[in-house]
């Protein structure tokens, strides 16, 4: 039984129309099968908006058609997409970094494709990307943000995309690549680029079990820092204790909630766990904000350096005055896509550091909610994943993982 696309005229993406048979007999069951076009017209899915709002309110599930690449252009298929905080963030229109809204996907009105970070293998590409070194099932993840990555498929050109080449890829899963590029980056460069911690140096942080606070453990291990690590506590006093235990395990050496770290007695504790106070706390990462991170605050050493780059509990950050004057902490924010604008070669060394790491055994992954995301996958279900990713106390961080697209 023989399914044909239409193929659309011009060049421009356009919605997928079927020729479907003529049938006296009634259509068997079968199930949902991938449309594949004679022409090598791709066909796409993508979880898209066309305003701002609460993802599982404005988020669908939109099919559309790619036309076959030409020149400069690469047709993509996405191997895995994270949901990160930022993602949603984005979708509810408060971050700065905006999509692209268009009607190239063949809607009558602007639409933006979710989603900001992932890995994808190039499946077809025109003569010109060839002509630049790449070629037909290369790794590739996102060069900035605002592409659109929770798709099937995608047609980019080469100046929207990095190359993992071929030795960065040995060994690399498609969950590590398509995880890579923002997380552990993030923390490798907040932990190098603010204080120059010497070996038996301790940083503090908060949100300690997030991506990026699992990533700055075990950098952070491997450089030879000790760190103190914050996260909430949990009702389960079982599954905290295991929470304290798995961030041990990746090389924390302190583990405490946001609850012991406010109680009191916690400055006799820090000392007891610096030596007296002879080994200094001179980095903060922050990510929560609020009191919590106040109190983190007030642990550092003078001249140490706090640095804030999320929001995680909507609350201000909200400093004491003595703190800069008395003890003269220098606060900033980060933020890793303005970073990697500004220094693409070191943001490639960077991701090649972590994937050295992950191929030695010396970075473990994060916990992974893998969301099977199949040509069959229903919008639904996988909107009901995005809702999920918006509760705190999660176990894993929310992936799609893309099979027979
Ligand atoms: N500035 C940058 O360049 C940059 C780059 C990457 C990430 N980020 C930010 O870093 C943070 C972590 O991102 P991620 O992708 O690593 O996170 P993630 O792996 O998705 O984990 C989310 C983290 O946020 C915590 N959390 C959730 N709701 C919270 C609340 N109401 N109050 C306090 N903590 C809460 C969770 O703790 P529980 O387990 O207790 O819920 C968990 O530690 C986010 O704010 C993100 O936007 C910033």
Partial sequence: MAYKILSPASNISRPCLRRLPHRTQPIPQLPQRRYISAYGYEQAKALTFSEYGDPPAVLSLHS???SPPHNNLMTLR???SPINPADIN??????PSKPTFTTSLGTPNPIAVAGNEGVAEIIALGDKVKSEGYKKGDWVFMKGPGFGTWRTHAAATTDQVVKLDDAMREGITPLQAGTVSINPCTAYRMLRDFSMLKEGEWFIQNGANSGVGRAAIQLGKKWGYRSINIIRGRDDKNAEEKLKQDLKDLG???????????AQGIKDQAKSWTENGRAKIKLALNCVNGKAATAMAKLLSSNAHFV???AMSKQPLTIPASMLIFK??????FWVSKWAEREPEEKQ??????????RSGEFRDTPFDKISWEWETKGDELIAKVKDT???????KGVFVFGKT
């Fill in 308 to 310: 804030t780059y999320g």
């Fill in 328 to 333: 003269d902490i220098h606060f900033h924010g």
């Fill in 90 to 95: 984005q979708i509810q229109g408060v971050y």
């Fill in 349 to 358: 060394r960077t991701v090649a550091d972590v994937l050295d790491m992950h």
């Fill in 64 to 66: 559309h058609s790619i």
């Fill in 390 to 396: 918006l509760e705190g106390y999660r176990e894993g």
């Fill in 252 to 262: 924390a050496d302190v583990v405490i909630t946001d609850a012991e770290l406010q």
């Fill in 78 to 80: 996405f191997l895995a």
